[in-house]
């Protein structure tokens, strides 16, 4: 038997509603990637929306300071490794994020 919970859990995890806020009022981050195969054009697309990028459990999301500004496009292109991110790894994707993280926490 599955019961539910009589309280939320409790996280340690960062909210941050105004930062959000913030990150919507931004211009998309992978606006300045070149895109690297020839002939294509990428452009932004959609809303601007805060992309929880640090880490995580499955199916949660990170602290809200870790959130980056991505169009709708470009934030799927992130999830899916396609248009400007094709090609990439692990390992670039997640140096990408830390420096735009590192960038909106200077700003």
């Not at 094709?86 to 993280?101: K, L, Y």
Request: aromatic share 8%; glycine share 8%.
């Amino acid at each position: 038997m599955n019961r539910s919970r009589g309280t939320p859990r409790r996280t340690s995890k960062v909210r941050d509603e105004s930062y959000k806020a913030w990150c919507r009022r931004q211009p998309c981050c992978a606006r300045s990637l070149v895109v690297p195969y020839p002939g294509k054009i990428d452009h932004c697309s959609g809303r601007i929306d805060p992309d929880h990028t640090g880490s995580r459990g499955m199916g949660q999301k990170a602290d809200d300071r870790t959130c980056i500004s991505l169009c709708r496009h470009h934030h799927r292109c992130r999830a899916d490794f396609t248009g400007p991110f094709r090609g990439w790894d692990q390992a670039r994707m997640r140096a990408w994020m830390e420096q735009q993280v590192a960038e909106y926490n200077i700003a």
